[in-house]
């Protein structure tokens, strides 16, 4: 077990750098330059190559490849570009505020699909269940800034109810955690009730009904668990989707997490920076996989003892 | 004695009346929070690391310079109380006496040293020494007595010291705060820095040991909002007093309604479509004047700007010193027949297709321009396009992100006829632009001649009104260049931007400045 995520965090490893090497590349080919975009229109040459000195950026770029990943090695993000800052403090600065809002969203899409998902599986093609496809379809269809403005409007504007946008509160955390799990509560509901529908046509639902065990036992017990495989899957990589889709959300809400860091990291070509947060971004991917890996263990005893 | 003491009480009974008539302009009210949204977090608080708007918006309340700008666009003095031309290269300032900073140190000659020395000598240089020109530091003569000094003659050098940028910074508070000196700065204004939580906010509070008029609200919160309908709704909510680029589309609606001001002057950028001046078929006076003939302009204000700019009378916008109306009505009205005309004197006659063609060509001129850095840049480009073709000359528009338009501009050679592009000229002084884009050894990367405009007469005067610093001399050199390149034109100048922001109606008291980055708010008071 302890060998089998020691192994799992190392190919983390190689995939990092290649993320890191990416990312470095696509700046490096990007047109529009840092140093002239922070200096702007009026920016004498002198000015420009001065700078661009400092920052080392005259260096080729395997030169600052290397350098990178060398202090990357030691533990040492560097300094973002444009604000001079260390990269770690802009990263611990934004990065709760994503967690937050990712886990708020990912909690909302489990329980809310979820149970959505059991209530049409158990009662297919009931009303219910007309409502719930024709709700996942709206959720799966609006893009995520259209609907963040829409609630604004309504529990904001005309109801008063919640801010506008900001962090700080519960209730600034409303709006954009339900926008953003949106989409996902729609592929989780979808993803539960064909799961669950499957189980319920097993031959050992039917058994354990001729046995004469009851409904909720059957729901439970049987088929609950073995449907759950798929939907913690779906779960995982939603998370990784809900992290993406916060970019979004955080601009529509002004809520100030990684995603906006790295909007305005790329604006500024500032690679220090947008490193850092992709980094993160990338870590995290590794991680939920691997959690979601480890719960299959949980889950089916049949994986673990391959495993 | 019976009369005057009758006579007094009949003053201040007519006193009394006009008190009860004329609400009383210092009515003003003390206290309260101010809340402003805007689209960006700043990059700094420190003018050496930002001088872009989202950063200059909350210093220019904390940090002031010698001189200042009032809202007219005048020289004013503010940490400076005179000044006097020692020699060309040389002004001698004295200093408002027992002015303090923020950290209790005193304001003196030194402290204008060290500020300056740290901008100028600093490695890299700050951000604005490109916005400085010849300026090279200043020497303590006494406490409260410094020198200016500029490397060469510099006629721009008092509206320089007057940018919003030029604030002066507490020695002491840089030296003992470093690299976090840049987050939380210290200066002599109006307001004193609180707090800047990254992408959320940054608060500024009521300096209380002010030395002039001190500041009407307790506290000012500048808040984060990117997104333009949220900005707008949350000013509706009351969850903001103050919106800064305000969405144009909602302004005509706030405009009629009480509980809102809309604060607009014109402001002092030129947006324009620029034109290759070395690139044939454009490098013929003709075939340039024929394109601005081409151009509606009044229809892309009426219909495309829908108010929210100004007419463009020139390459300078109307606040700049030097700026004058160079009568582009009257000397390239909109007039299709007369575009015609010239292009037929320079040869180009219509071809089967429709278009114009010379020696088998298409008159055809590559375009490149950004979409979304200049209020309606794309919309306005799409425009001309159309108007072109209708004269018979293909335009080929590249639309790129800004960096991408960016870079090929700061570029040598550039491969492109035309441009569209905004200008500001931030000193406020016709040098800044009447050099730097036009004098013909300013081409990229040097300088921002973009046209490669070159007429040696043209750069006669404007190195002449550079080094000197009468100012009545210079104002009379810029008409004349101004005169010289109305009849060539380069650009195709189409409007002047405006400075808008909403407010709540209860916000009182507050000017807006034609400089963007002017946004004073110690005069600002909220009636509730």
């Known amino acids: 077990m ?256 990684l995603g906006r860091l790295m909007v305005k990291a790329i604006f500024a070509r500032d690679y220090v920076l947008l490193q850092g947060a992709v980094l993160v971004f990338a870590l995290a991917f590794v991680v939920i996989n691997l959690l979601v890996d480890l719960s299959y263990g949980l889950l089916d005893p049949r994986v673990g003892r391959q495993g | 004695m019976r009369s005057s003491s009758s006579r007094l009480l009949l003053g201040l009974l007519v006193l009394g009346l006009v008190a009860a008539i004329v609400p009383w ?223 144009p589309a909602q302004l005509p609606a706030l405009r009629k309604d009480p509980k809102f001001t809309v604060h607009e002057t014109t402001g002092i950028r030129v947006v324009f479509a620029g034109l290759h001046a070395g690139m044939p078929p454009l490098d013929d006076v003709r075939v340039r004047q024929a394109l601005l003939h081409a151009v509606d302009r009044k229809a892309i204000l009426d219909n495309i700007m829908e108010g929210s700019a100004g007419p463009a009378r020139g390459v300078l916008a109307p606040g700049v010193f030097g700026y004058k109306d160079m009568q582009l009505d009257r000397l390239y009205p909109f007039d299709r027949a007369k575009a015609k005309a010239l292009l037929a004197q320079a040869g180009w006659t219509p071809g089967p297709d429709g278009m114009l063609h010379k020696g088998g060509q298409r008159l055809s001129l590559s375009w490149v321009a950004a979409r979304g850095r200049y209020p309606k840049d794309g919309e306005i480009t799409e425009a001309i396009q159309a108007m072109f073709k209708d004269v018979g000359i293909e335009a080929r528009v590249q639309v790129l992100e800004w960096a991408a338009v960016f870079q090929q501009l700061r570029g040598n050679p550039l491969n492109h006829h035309m441009f569209t592009v905004g200008w500001v000229t931030s000193n406020a002084d016709a040098d800044y632009s009447l050099y730097a884009l036009f004098h013909s050894k300013q081409v990229p990367p040097t300088g921002w001649n973009t046209s490669r405009y070159a007429n040696a007469r043209v750069d006669a005067l404007v190195e002449q009104a550079r080094r000197s610093l009468n100012q009545t001399e210079r104002e009379k050199l810029y008409g004349e260049v101004q005169d010289i390149i109305a009849k060539e034109m380069v650009w195709i100048p189409i409007y002047t931007t405006k400075e808008i922001i909403a407010t709540r109606g209860t916000v009182k008291g507050f000017q807006i400045h034609p400089v963007e980055y002017n946004l004073a708010l110690w005069k600002t008071w909220l009636d509730r």
């Open chain 1, 2 to 257: 302890l060998t089998f995520v020691v192994r799992r965090l190392l190919l983390a490893v190689p995939v990092l750098l290649g993320v890191v090497f990416v990312v470095m590349l696509t700046i490096d080919l990007l047109p529009g330059d840092a140093v002239t975009l922070m200096l702007g229109e009026h920016a004498t040459k002198d000015a420009v190559a001065a700078l661009r000195e400092h920052l080392g950026l005259d260096k080729p770029f395997a030169a600052r490849y290397v350098d990178y990943v060398g202090r990357l090695v030691r533990g040492d993000l560097g300094r973002s570009i444009q604000q001079n800052r260390p990269v770690a403090v802009e990263l611990a600065d934004a990065w709760p505020a994503t967690l937050e809002l990712t886990v708020a969203a990912l909690l909302i899409a489990a329980a809310v699909g979820i149970v959505a998902g059991i209530v049409s599986a158990v009662w297919p093609n009931s009303v219910f269940d007309a409502i719930a496809r024709l709700a996942s379809l709206f959720g799966l269809s609006m893009p995520i800034f259209w609907t963040g403005l829409v609630l604004i409007v309504v529990f904001s504007l005309w109801l008063n109810w919640l801010p506008v946008g900001g962090a700080g509160s519960l209730s600034h955390l409303v709006l954009p955690a339900v926008t953003l799990a949106l989409p996902s509560v729609a592929m989780v509901s979808r993803m539960t009730r064909s799961a669950v529908l499957d189980v319920l046509g097993e031959d050992y639902v039917r058994t354990a009904r001729a046995k004469g065990v009851g409904e909720a036992w059957v729901l439970g017990k049987h088929a609950l668990r073995n449907a759950f495989i798929p939907i913690l899957t779906l779960l995982g990589l939603q998370s990784g989707q809900l992290m993406g889709g916060a970019v979004l959300t955080e601009t529509v809400f002004a809520w100030p997490g």
């Open chain 2, 25 to 247: 302009a210092d009515a003003q009210k003390r206290g309260g929070t101010l809340t402003i949204v805007r689209p960006t977090d700043p990059v700094s608080l420190d003018p050496n690391l930002e001088t872009t708007a989202p950063g200059a918006w909350v210093y220019f309340n904390m940090l002031e310079g010698l001189l200042t700008l009032d809202d007219k666009m005048q020289v004013k003095p503010a940490l400076a109380t005179s000044y006097e031309v020692m020699s060309p290269t040389r002004v001698r300032f004295k200093l408002r006496p027992g002015v303090r900073f923020h950290d209790g140190t005193p304001f003196n000659a030194a402290a204008v040293k060290f500020t300056f020395d740290r901008a100028l000598r600093g490695t890299p240089p700050a951000r604005w020494a490109s916005l400085a020109g010849s300026l090279d530091g200043a020497e303590v003569v006494d406490d409260l007595t410094v020198d200016v000094v500029t490397k060469e003659p510099y006629g721009p050098i008092l509206r320089t010291l007057a940018m919003y940028c030029m604030g002066m910074v507490s020695p002491t508070a840089v030296q003992k705060m470093g690299a976090d000196f840049s987050r939380a700065p210290v200066g002599t204004g109006p307001f004193k820095f609180v707090e800047w939580k990254t992408n959320t906010h940054v608060i500024i509070e009521r300096n209380p040991d002010y030395w002039g008029d001190k500041a009407l609200v307790d506290r000012v919160i500048f808040k984060v909002v990117p997104e333009e309908g949220a900005r707008m709704i949350a000013l509706q909510t009351g969850d903001a007093d103050m919106v800064l680029f305000p969405s």
